[in-house]
């Protein structure tokens, strides 16, 4: 169900599919053209013809696009005798099923309970009236009671998520002490982020046509052209994420904000207005969640299901209004290289520099170090010392510098590679 204004866009298919992804199975559409009632959302009138369909179809559930007062919800039930719940509880039925590591499942429980404590005093008060679905279970809780019981588990599991956030914190700071960069897979729902994680790392992470498939952050280390490079999927944006889910996922979605390139997948198989629309709901939420300073790649996918004309109409089309487009097949690993170039050229601040150091106990453990972690191009061994030529980017290459100096070395010019 949706209520809207004539100047709005219909958002029926996009909650169909949320309502699939959650487990339902959809028996009957409906909207209205108003101004919100502050009763029941829509019109009682609509009221009425609602409750006559839930009847026709035997509807054990209505699903709101709009968001929903506690009090909507309450009539909504009683005129009904099924329990209504809208956009945002949906989701988080979605996130509550689709949750496998414990971070992903406090960040829900915290999401809930946000939820829950904005809406105690009404709910309370309402459960007291006469039992509807969806307000049942509250006994003789006072609001006072209730909240503060709500606020103890909102405190009890922010500080279990402040330890992880510490904990990724530390790993972050380890990768960067290995000299790593980072790129983030950023994008709406259902895009195909985790087909190109795994094109690009050739490993084998769920994937599901349903929203939401990944919730929490999986990294691995890709290598292009002999340099490695840590690559996180994470959680797919979507219209109108809500405030509270983005602040529940804060951690999670700090991957992308320190990261230092963002592969933005969008799904070009769609109609553009959709596929402009959803760039700019993405734009956005990365700039909601501070990382909008960050280099974006725009990828282009599921170009497997298009013409070669519709292919370039829409790469023509989209030119002007995404940040570096490539056209891209993630399932059949179309232009797969072509993205590998180009996030080279992106992060193409490597230098070459080159360095020798006497022949010690430590020089061998120094230089498979260094192998590890650079591109190294020449290793010539002396009969007292090692000469070595390397590129990597110029963090590591202080590192090495620095490394160099205590092994008594002597540490060469650096020549940028551009």
């Known amino acids: 169900m949706q209520r809207r204004l004539n100047r709005e866009a219909s958002s029926l298919d996009e909650l169909k599919k949320l309502a699939e992804a959650a487990g339902y199975t959809v028996v009957a559409k409906m909207e209205q053209f108003r ?45 009904t005798g099924v329990e209504a719940i809208d956009r945002f509880k949906l989701i988080l039925e979605i996130f509550t099923k689709r949750a496998t590591t414990v971070e992903a499942k406090l960040q829900i429980q915290l999401a809930t309970l946000r939820y829950e404590l904005a809406h105690a005093k009404a709910r309370v008060r309402l459960a007291k009236l006469q039992e509807q679905p969806g307000f049942m279970g509250l006994g003789a809780y006072e609001a006072d009671v209730y909240q503060d019981a709500v606020k103890r588990q909102v405190h009890t599991i922010q500080r279990k ?37 795994n094109a690009l790392t050739e490993e084998t992470t769920l994937v599901d046509k349903a929203l939401f498939t990944t919730l929490s952050t999986t990294t691995r280390l890709v290598e292009i052209s002999k340099r490695k490079f840590l690559l996180t999927d994470t959680v797919g944006f979507i219209d109108r994420l809500p405030i509270r889910l983005i602040e529940a996922f804060h951690s999670t979605l700090e991957e992308t904000i ?30 909601r969640i501070g990382a909008s300073g960050i280099p974006v790649i725009t990828v282009l996918n599921k170009i497997d299901v298009l013409s070669e004309k519709e292919r370039a109409e829409k790469l023509e089309a989209l030119k002007a209004k995404t940040q570096n487009p490539i056209l891209l097949s993630a399932l059949y690993r179309t232009n ?41 191009q020449k290793v010539t061994f002396m009969s007292d010392s090692v000469h070595v030529v390397f590129e990597a980017n110029p963090l590591f290459t202080e590192k090495v510098r620095k490394r160099v100096e205590e092994l008594d070395g002597k540490f060469g010019p650096i020549r940028n590679l551009q």
């Open 35 to 79: 101004e919100p009632d502050a009763r029941y959302q829509i019109g009682a009138g609509k009221v009425e013809e609602l409750a006559a369909l839930v009847e026709e179809t035997d509807a054990e559930k209505l699903i709101f696009d709009n968001p929903l007062k506690s009090v909507q919800s309450y009539n909504l039930a009683k005129a």
């Open 161 to 197: 998520l402040e330890q992880i956030r510490e904990k990724r914190f530390l790993h972050r700071e380890r990768r960067a002490a290995l000299g790593f960069f980072t790129i983030s897979l950023a994008g709406y729902t259902n895009a195909g982020k985790s087909s190109l994680f």
């Open 258 to 287: 320190y990261s230092d390139l963002i592969l933005l997948v969008l799904d070009i198989s769609e109609p553009l207005e959709k596929i402009e629309k959803k760039n700019g709901i993405c734009l956005e939420t990365i700039e």
């Open 336 to 376: 797969l290289e072509v993205l590998k170039r180009e996030i080279l050229k992106k992060l193409e601040d490597y230098v070459e520099a080159s360095f020798s150091v006497p022949l010690t106990t430590e020089t061998m453990p120094f230089l498979s170090w260094v192998h590890e972690k650079a591109n190294v």
